[in-house]
């Protein structure tokens, strides 16, 4: 294939939408997804994400913890084309023990689009969510669900996601009535309502629009709805600020929109507003450099790796998130951390559900690449330049357990699994220097269990999980060697090596980590680890 052009590689560029939907368990993620897609036209009939979910509990054993607690493990990519643009969405597992995987899906997105359940309110786990894209200014669309039913009142929403979220909400819609009495949301941009009517799997096209805020009609159809809308919407015109481009694109704004996910209310408005406001790719930094997304040259980063999503074929995919130049199926390319080169020809996307085979992909896509372990989280992938991208976090573990294996034949299975769960980021797996048994780290107390069960699943090892006396740990540093090995020796019996080797101190309550620091003042002491 002939080199792109440069303008080729920016116009494709400048029409790529990368972004994630971070909301709270059974806010409607799954549901809106769906209706992205139904709307984007990647799918005819709704249903098909839940029947995806459905099937993968069919064929994959360890999803059965999934389908148990009725929550969603597993991320995945879906890309769709709207307007003229590409989009791709990245889903997030919603339960908090899968939290730290969803920080490093959020490093791999340009935008957000919160879900809230118009009942709840703003939910923990969507807080949690929403620092991390808070603290990486990521912008955020919001989206208000289920008007359907009987839901909080959209002022006292819309205070309570400002004070949250700490930033300014510009409502582009807003809702007329709730509930059973749900009539519709008026488009405070362009000045018309759409009537809802509950809806259906199908993207109908008859939707009833009617121009202006204050057509005669409404009253007498809508009635006091009406009234009480109406009124808001005055208030909400004098006190909120005009949307700015710039305080969205910063992350100071948050344009919010209402809805009902489940009947198609509302989401093609969503649709509309990330073809038009979301931003595309942009520069990203690296170790030596910043790299713009539409230079010549490919390199991504890989930011999740998925082992056995399909367990019939011992898979592993790595997710790379492209950040430049055009990617091309069977091109040279170099993994920058362990120099070694890699030639995918099986690289996989992911267009409205099925994997395909992938044969270019630009800044902004995600691409999956089989491997069996050459690729590891946080790596940089180039065409030889030696660049290393920074920010995929991991974080020091909250909680702890010592693993060994039932049968100790297994051992060499145990340890296999546990670096590749390791590897995956879905557990961090801890070898002290003093002992035999390894430490498994976690953020939260369901990582374990899904550890466990894919051990014996996958691997066929039956673990012991059991406690440990350990609470909190801290990658160290030192930028004197010899202080660090000085450090090292000294706390011989609490010091362990991580998944990449790195130096970890392990202690059992708060107060002795300070009095470890204190004592030992040029030993740095991290409670975030970035890249591999
Ligand atoms: P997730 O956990 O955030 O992915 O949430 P789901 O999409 O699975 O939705 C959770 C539940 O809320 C399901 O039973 C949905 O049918 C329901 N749901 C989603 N959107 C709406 C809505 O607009 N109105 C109502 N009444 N229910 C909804």
Known sequence: ???????????????????????????????????????????????????????????????????????????????????????????????????????????????????IDAANGVEPQTRRLLQVCRARNTPILTFVNKMDREVQ???????????????TVVPFTWPVGMGKQFHGVMDLRQQRMRVFAPGEDRVAGTEEVLEGLDNPAYAERFGMQYDNAQGEIEL????????????????????????SAVNNFGVQE??????????????????QRT?????????????KIQANMDPAHRDRIAFVRVASGRFERGMNLKVVRSGKSLRPNSVVTFMS???????????????????????????????????????LPFFAPEMFRSVEVADPLKTKQLKAGLQQLGEEGAIQVFRPIAGSVLLLGAVGQLQFEVVAHRLEHEYGVKARITGSRFQVARWV????????????????????????????????????????????????????????
């Open 153 to 167: 009142e959209p002022l006292a929403l819309m205070d309570e996601i400002e004070r949250e979220l700490g930033m």
């Open 291 to 303: 790299v713009q997304p539409e230079e010549p040259k490919f390199t991504g980063v890989v930011f």
């Open 353 to 391: 559900q099925k994997r395909e085979l992938l044969d270019e992909a630009f800044a902004g896509d995600i691409i999956g690449i089989p491997n069996h372990g050459v690729l590891q989280l946080g790596d940089t992938i180039t065409e030889g330049e030696a660049l290393q991208y920074t920010g």
């Open 236 to 259: 909400v015109r004098e006190a909120a600020p005009e949307f700015s481009l710039d305080d969205f694109l910063t992350g100071k704004q948050t344009p919010m929109f209402f809805g």
């Open 1 to 115: 294939m002939s080199e792109p052009t440069a303008s080729r590689i920016e116009t494709e560029v400048r029409r790529r939408r990368t972004f994630a939907i971070i909301s709270h368990p059974d806010a409607g993620k799954t549901t809106l997804t769906e209706k992205l897609l139904l709307f984007s036209g990647a799918i005819q009939i709704a249903g098909s994400v839940k029947a995806r979910k459905a099937s993968r509990h069919a064929t994959s054993d360890w999803m059965e913890i999934e389908k148990q607690r009725g929550i969603s493990v597993a991320s995945s990519v879906m890309q769709m084309e709207y307007r003229d643009c590409v989009i791709n969405l990245l889903d997030t597992p919603g339960h908090q023990d899968f939290s730290e995987d969803t920080y490093r899906v959020l490093t791999a997105v340009d935008a957000a689009l919160m879900v």
């Open 270 to 287: 969503v649709l509309d507003a990330l073809v038009e406001l979301a931003p595309p790719p942009d520069k990203r930094v690296a170790m």
């Open 477 to 532: 540093t030192c930028d004197d060697p010899q202080e660090l090995k000085r450090f090292i020796d000294a706390n011989d019996h609490r010091m362990a090596y991580d998944a990449v080797d790195a130096p970890t101190v392990l202690v059992e309550y708060a107060p002795e980590l300070r009095a470890i620091e204190s004592n030992w003042p040029k030993i740095k002491f991290h409670a975030l680890r970035e890249h591999a």
